[in-house]
Every structure is written in C-alpha cells, then in structure tokens.
Nanobody, 125 residues
Framework: VQLQASGGGLVQAGGSLSLHCAASERTTFSAYTIGWFRQPPGKEREFVAAIRYNNYKYYEDSVKGRFTITRDNAKSTVYLQMNSLKPEDTAVYSC???????????????????WGQGTLVTVSS
C-alpha cells in the first residue's frame, strides 16, 4: 500500500498540529495496522503511536495524553492529533502500514513493510 503523510509544520511550544496519513488502498485499508514513527534530528527513528484494524490504540509513553491517533476507513486515512507540543517533539514524522503485525512488536519499525514519506514537525520554544 502507498502512503502519503502530510500536515507537518512549524508551531510554538504548547501548540497543536494534525498529521494525516492517506493510503492508496481503499478496499482493504481497514485490515491494516497503521503506525506513526518519528526521527528527531541526529537520533534514531522511534515509535509514536499505532492503531490496529480493531481500532485499538497504542502510544509511546512520552506522548500519552497529548497525542491521539484515529482512523477513518471510508477515507483510507489515519490522523495523528498532536496537542501540547514540546520542543522535544521536533522530528520527521512518518506513517507506516502492515497487515500481519504481531501485537507485541507494534513498536518495532522493522515490522512495517510500507512507508510514506516523512513530514517535518518543528516545535519552537
């Protein structure tokens, strides 16, 4: 499946952004697990959030209570609403998809075969 991420930009600390991940696959999109990952400057890529086919949601600890992941299967799109942004949230954010994700490894980027291009989020202090 092809993915396209959008919605990044420059925001002040405490502000909000909404990222979108649109998929090319419409008929089977609901069966995919979609994950958001980010890569801060000079650091490794890290897990942010994921949403499974059954709408179960998973978050990295540092974003719990601030970020919300949702999906609209009719639009083949997953959203990442980011509130109370902090300078340490600055990163390139990418979405990824998998159909046979192992629940215990949702946070492992190696489990996702399909990736969209990243979108840059910059949070100024």
């Amino acid at each position: 499946v092809q993915l396209q991420a959008s919605g990044g930009g420059l925001v002040q600390a405490g502000g909000s952004l909404s990222l979108h991940c649109a998929a090319s696959e419409r008929t089977t999109f609901s069966a995919y697990t979609i994950g958001w990952f980010r890569q801060p400057p000079g650091k490794e890529r890290e897990f942010v959030a994921a949403i499974r086919y059954n709408n179960y949601k998973y978050y990295e600890d540092s974003v719990k209570g601030r970020f919300t992941i949702t999906r609209d299967n009719a639009k083949s799109t997953v959203y990442l609403q980011m509130n109370s942004l902090k300078p340490e949230d600055t990163a390139v954010y990418s979405c990824a998809a998998c159909r046979t994700c192992i629940l215990s490894s949702l946070r492992n980027d190696q489990q996702y075969p399909d990736w969209g291009q990243g979108t840059l989020v910059t949070v100024s202090s």
